[in-house]
């Protein structure tokens, strides 16, 4: 039968549940035991699909192409399996599934309450995210005492008691603040956070708790007291150099034999190897390389989440320490770009809208023309093809119609929008009809002499995708011989997934975002030969 194990936070949000969920769940597969990890987010949005970067951060998209919250990435990356729609439950879904229930009759007349609708569509919820795993993760977004998390922490709490005795923990996520004028950690918001959630019904079993340095024994005592969680069940969550630390340091304290002994599972032996050897490999990288993000969602690094990550991964492979450098795309003008030199590499991501656009064409144009390794990333691909048909087709006001609907020369577009340079209507492909967005994992074919292939070694891949507008068909014939090669196309023939150029030392954009299957021990295989590129490039040279 299936355990589970519940992950709360209190006192301040962004503590670290989903690393701390995924770092959990990683000691124990690496025991050889099945697990799931799933996120309940409380908020009322179906999905973070139409919700800004900068307010919630990165939209996670899984293989079979649900948005998701940025947490199930860290999942991905520390667990290694795949995170699907039943991996996040929103309180919209939960919202929504009811009401549609209520409308076809489902609840005979009832009045639909909170209780029991709500929390047992919740529950039904978290049943099908586990999977049938042996030890199924559950985080619990947002801070106890939100009024928005009191459905989710009812339902577990009525789950806890159905499960029935050792088949269900709670582990509590808090912060320890240190008063830097009084030098002492005070434990008191930590008393308050675990008040609170044994005023609703829930003991935690676990105290995770938040700190710069590890906690005492007087600490760890007094916690005890206070919260009636035992001593033996109070570990330090310390700030780690690496997220990817926190297994190791996790396990260092036990927490692991701790939970088997509480859910009365029999232990298997652990293999922490892989992550003590991505540790040595950390301690290996002594240089450091300059990469430039232009985005338009700088103001919040978690917006570029997975990226900044893969990025992190493709420089441990290559024995380097990546340096991000955020520059805001609104903010790039000809006075300003040749910053751009002193960088090492330049990636252009994705995004929606105009704003910041001509910034992103402008360093796509001078990572072209000073030979400086290019990476392009669903929108960054449309961006390349936007430069390279003003400046070498010489299509002067090619655009794409998300851009400016009255482009004479829409060389990105929607596929119901796709012309050509007279401006005629030509829908190549019925089946692509309508503005809704390509989600999810796709197949997409490799020429074999290109960079892609040499990048892949595969003729054939998959990648997950996130965007509506597509390299409009009925251009593509206008960059033969240009130098600019379509060396990645879709299963059916008629979308461009990648493009590279001839005569260059890396330059290459994809229409997928390669960033999502990045990991921590294998990278990927576009980033890893990025980074290798940027690592070539001698600064003063340049």
Known sequence: ???????????VSSLGKGIASASLASLFKLRGFKVSLQKLDP???LDPGTMSPIQHGEVFVTDDGAETDLDLGHYERFVGIQMSQDSNVTAGRVYSNVINKERK?????????????ITDEIKKLIKIGSKKSDIAFVEVGGTVGDIESLPFLEAIRQFSLELGESKALFIHLTLLPYIEVTKEIKTKPTQHSVKELRSIGIQPDILLCRGKDKINNKLKEKLALFTNVSKDAVFSAVDAKSIYDIPILLKEQNIDNYMLSKLKIKSKPLNLKPWQDYRKKVSKCKKVIKIAMIGKYVDLEDSY???NEALYHAGIINGVTVDIQYLDSEKINKNNIKILREMNGILVPGGFGDRGIEGKVSAAHFARTNNIPYFGICLGLQISIIEFARNVIKLAKANSTEFDIKTKNPVIALVEEWKD???????VDKNNLGGTMRLGSQTCNIEKNSLAYKMYKKLTIKERHRHRYEV?????NYFNDSGLIFSGISKKGNLMEIIELKNHPWYLACQFHPEFTSSPIEGHPLFNGFISASLKRKINQS
């Not at 039968?1 to 006192?11: D, K, P, S």
């Not at 009759?105 to 609708?117: A, E, F, K, N, R």
């Not at 340079?421 to 829908?427: L, M, T």
Request: glycine share 12%; charged share 10%.
């Open 472 to 476: 409009n068909s009925n251009f593509v």
């Open 305 to 307: 989440k997975s990226l």
């Open 105 to 117: 009759g489902d609840y005979l007349g009832s009045t639909v309450q909170v209780i029991p609708h």
């Open 43 to 45: 908020y009322i949005n």
């Open 421 to 427: 340079s007279s401006g005629k209507n030509i829908i």
């Open 1 to 11: 039968m299936t355990r589970y194990v519940f992950i709360t936070g209190g006192v």
